[in-house]
């Protein structure tokens, strides 16, 4: 059964110093979308991209947040300058339509010392 | 704002014993609600998705249902595999985001 795949699992960093999680969308799906989950709290919605733009962002994906979709596969979350705050789940998801569910891959769990 | 509930926070089962989960909703034209299951550590699995009131759907022993105001999840003879923590989720109308609920933490001892 096809899944969304993220990479790394885990990953530390320093504050101040950049990051970039990556994803492998399902292969059809034309959707791609980023969440975030602090430790004990709700899963909270980054942005949607489509047809190599931004769709959609929340008030937390300000500009030190990006997104890319480097080639015909990969989808990538960067964040220039990490702060404490930073530290959370990042969940990939990706959907076929714009009417469909969205499958979520198994996270990077970002930690920021 | 949209808000989603849900409740009870926390639901400890026997194994066996039949209970329903809530999910409350304020959003003016709902565009799909959706379930879905979360094990710690992991990304939420796509359980359900409902789009309008009295709809029904069902996955071995999970029955999802949809009102005008809230959607609860049956779960009937539930096993200790069913523990997970439960996911609401709403997409209102013209947005992408999904607005996720705090979920509830099922645990289904043996």
């Known amino acids: 059964e096809p899944e969304v795949t993220q990479t790394p699992s885990h990953q530390v960093t320093q504050m101040g110093q950049e990051v970039i999680l990556r994803c492998v969308p399902i292969s059809n799906h034309l959707y791609f979308y980023w969440y975030r989950q602090i430790l004990g709290q709700k899963v909270e919605f980054l942005v949607s991209?489509?047809?190599?733009?931004?769709?959609?962002k929340s008030e937390i994906f300000d500009d030190q947040f990006s997104v890319e979709r480097p080639d015909g596969s990969n989808f990538t979350l960067k964040i220039r300058s990490t702060k404490l705050e930073d530290s959370a789940m990042y969940f990939c998801?990706?959907?076929?339509?714009?009417?469909?569910?969205?499958?979520f891959g198994p996270g990077t769990r970002l930690t920021v010392l | 704002e949209d808000q989603v509930t849900q409740s009870p926070e926390a639901l400890r089962l026997q194994e066996g014993e039949s209970s329903s989960l809530n999910c409350s909703y304020t959003?003016?034209?709902?565009?799909?609600l959706f379930w879905y299951r979360q094990d710690p550590g992991k990304g939420p699995e796509f359980l359900f998705t409902?789009?309008?009131a009295g709809e029904e759907k069902e996955k071995e022993r999970l029955k999802a249902t949809l009102t005008k105001k809230e959607s609860f999840l049956h779960i009937t003879a539930p096993k200790p595999e069913d523990s997970a923590t439960y996911l609401c989720?709403?997409?209102?109308?013209?947005?992408?985001?999904?607005?996720f609920g705090s979920g509830t933490r099922l645990q289904v001892q043996p």
């Open positions: 409902l789009y309008s």
């Open positions: 991209f489509y047809n190599n733009e931004i769709s959609e």
């Open positions: 989720a709403v997409e209102p109308p013209g947005r992408r985001a999904l607005t």
């Open positions: 998801a990706s959907s076929e339509t714009s009417a469909n569910e969205q499958f």
């Open positions: 959003v003016s034209g709902l565009r799909g």
